[in-house]
């Protein structure tokens, strides 16, 4: 490796909610450099999760988040001539990732009016530990199960 390592940029934070896991949402929800649209369309969303649970939109938003991210994931890895699926635990920076890929995946497959509602069925079904984000997770985590024999070739 001749150049060092670049740094990691710090995403800033949301400007209504002041969370960087909602910005780094609206940046994986926003297309074509549109962040205003993503902003509406996830604080429209917001707005309906807080009217339909009447609760704070964030908290429920932070508890689909976290159970929709993965704790652990399969990884190909060759040994001699095979190639192993050895599970591994996910980083923090990837399960947020993941969770953040899965619910937008998810939402926009569902069928409702709008992105907002979509979304915002999404995040309610997530925080309540069912929809496609959470069957998701569930099937890796089936998987890496599976394969907990090939443990041993963690490197």
């Keep these: 490796m001749r150049k060092k390592k670049a740094d990691k940029r710090r ?3 949301d400007p209504r909610f002041n969370d960087v896991i909602v910005a780094k ?9 549109k962040k205003s649209t993503a902003r509406k369309l996830v604080y ?14 964030l908290e429920i938003f932070r508890k689909a988040m976290q159970n929709a ?15 192993y699926q050895v599970p591994m635990e996910v980083r923090e920076e990837r399960r947020v990732a993941l969770a953040i890929r899965w619910i ?18 999404e995040i309610m079904a997530a925080a309540n530990g069912e929809g496609g984000a959470i069957k998701r997770r569930d099937e890796m985590h089936r998987m890496a199960d599976a394969n907990r024999a090939f443990a041993h070739f963690r490197w």
Excluded: C, H, W
């Design 44 to 57: 429209e969303a917001f707005e309906i999760v807080s009217k339909k649970t009447e609760q704070d939109a």
């Design 11 to 13: 995403t800033a934070p």
């Design 25 to 33: 949402f609206v940046n994986n929800v926003m297309e074509q450099g």
């Design 104 to 121: 937008k995946k998810y939402a926009t497959e569902r069928r409702d009016r709008s992105f907002a509602q979509k979304l915002a069925s």
């Design 69 to 83: 991210a993965p704790s652990v994931e399969i990884r190909p890895r060759r040994v001699g001539g095979a190639t």
